[in-house]
């Protein structure tokens, strides 16, 4: 690392743009049901604000790798960050739908590329015995900055209007990009590799596909009982088989998948992937079940969730700085293990069940989750050498949403089956409290299938091991 380079600056620089680039994210949550009131629009229309925007994230990762060795640091930062600025301002100043669509997706290219851009421009600048603490130090924006999005996207809304979500962010990105300008300096080799068109068209097929089947599949009645919803994964499933194919015969792949022959980053980037898809299936079914049999308004549900949402963002420092000096293992095992009570406790959840007890519940799993991320992410990433680097993190990033998609999708799926499953076995009249009841009954189910992954987690985490880097010798090691 060269002694000019001002760490202290450069991560400065990156925590202030991705805090408003993810913030962005969760923003528009709450404000989804104000937009179908003002453009007129049906909730399957308004919800591309999300899907579309995780969609197009997914998409553009496995590209980051491609981009990371063409351009520099402050190129990419500074372009990435006036893309998403752009598509802010067209946002706040649509007219109609498709223009605020359209400002969505321009928002979405931009966070996309932002944070693979990032996490390799730490790797390079950090040796791995300080990673953990760093990588939680970003993890907090990561964490923290979803976390208060649909509390700060109601409170706006209700005195300012929808506008203001964006044009909030607007001041913000732009000294995002004039600090990058004054201060941010270039870290690692540009390379240019070839860039290969199919692999490319293969990767968005086959990515893009998965992360919209899914998550179509996760807000449809119908689920994965859709023909149209298993050809779109079908198809996708066939194109990241060739896409993994050709990336093993060229000489200069997309994304190099050799990445996997290392041990510990398969062991990591697996339990990563599982996790994600518990929290995220989580912090779906949750509220749905706070706001069905348990009676709670979207607001309460919102608060109700809150304090384990920031706590998680919170603990990333804490958790990173653990990393570094106790390793992986006594952090991500334990953690699987607290997960596993979590889900057990899930799964025999009740409309009879004291708040306060679902609150600590909910900050235990987001504990367990924190303890369990960011360790199982960092020693993956640690385990390669340098010129893997941006392959190792765009692949890193480009599973989170397809995680995600995945998790969301087949635990509502599953508590869907549960709910129809319980109400056929009835006789008589449907009520309230029969649909309450099954609903319930659909929870416990979709936390079975939780559990069984938890616990799979657990056994994998077993064969996890601290990773050295071949790059950085054993002698300067702590």
């Not at 202030?16 to 104000?34: H, R, S």
């Not at 697996?270 to 348990?294: D, K, R």
Request: hydrophobic share 55%.
């Amino acid at each position: 690392m060269e002694p000019k380079i001002n760490t202290k600056i450069i991560l400065a620089t990156f925590m202030i743009g991705a805090f408003f680039a993810v913030l962005n994210e969760t923003l528009l949550n709450i404000a989804l049901t104000e937009l179908m009131d003002v453009f007129q629009i049906k909730a399957p229309t308004v919800q591309w604000m999300a899907t579309g925007f995780m969609l197009v994230m997914g998409v553009l990762m496995p590209i980051s790798a491609l981009l990371i060795q063409w351009f520099t640091t402050r190129q990419m930062f500074i372009g990435v960050m006036s893309i998403f600025l752009g598509g802010t301002v067209i946002a706040a100043c649509a007219l109609n739908f498709p223009m605020l669509l359209t400002g969505r997706m321009i928002q979405a290219v931009g966070t996309g590329l932002l944070i693979p851009v990032i996490m390799n421009a730490l790797l390079l600048l950090y040796p791995p015995e300080v990673r953990g603490r760093i990588m939680g130090t970003f993890g907090l924006v990561i964490m923290f900055a979803p976390a208060i999005g649909p509390t700060l996207s109601g409170v706006i809304v209700d005195f300012l209007g929808w506008r203001w979500l964006f044009i909030t962010v607007i001041p913000f990105a732009l000294f995002s990009i004039l600090f990058a300008y004054k201060y941010l300096q270039n870290v690692g080799e540009i390379t240019r590799p070839k860039a290969d068109v199919l692999s490319i068209i293969l990767s968005s097929i086959g990515i893009g596909g998965i992360v919209f089947g899914f998550s179509s599949a996760g807000e449809s009645g119908e689920g994965f009982s859709s023909v149209k919803i298993l050809v779109i994964i079908a198809i996708s499933l066939i194109s990241l088989l060739f896409f993994v194919l050709r990336q093993l015969k060229i000489d200069e792949p997309l994304l190099d998948v050799r990445v996997f022959a290392y041990k510990n980053y398969t062991l990591g980037v697996t339990i990563f992937v599982v996790v994600i898809m518990a929290m995220f299936a989580s912090e779906i079914v949750m509220p749905m079940y706070l706001q069905g049999p348990l009676g709670y308004s979207a607001k309460i549900a919102g608060l109700l969730l809150l304090p384990g949402a920031l706590l998680n963002g919170l603990m990333s420092p804490v958790m990173g700085t653990l990393f570094d000096k106790f390793g992986p293992r006594k952090l991500i095992i334990p953690g699987t293990v607290v997960l596993i009570g979590v889900m057990i406790f899930f799964s025999n959840i009740s409309p009879a069940i004291q708040i306060w007890s679902f609150v600590l519940v909910y900050i235990v799993l987001m504990l367990s989750i924190s303890a369990i991320l960011m360790p199982s992410q960092t020693n993956a990433l640690n385990e390669l050498p340098k010129h893997l680097y941006p392959h190792g993190t765009a692949i890193a990033n480009t599973l989170q949403p397809i995680g995600g998609a995945l998790g969301v999708a087949i635990f509502v799926s599953i508590m869907s089956q549960g709910q129809t499953s319980y109400l056929e076995k009835q006789t008589g009249q449907i009520t309230q409290e029969l649909l309450d009841k099954a609903m319930t009954a659909g929870v416990h189910h979709a936390y079975w299938f939780a559990l069984t992954l938890c616990i799979g987690t657990f056994v994998v985490a077993l064969f996890i091991r601290k990773a050295i880097s071949p790059d950085f010798k054993p002698e300067e090691m702590k």
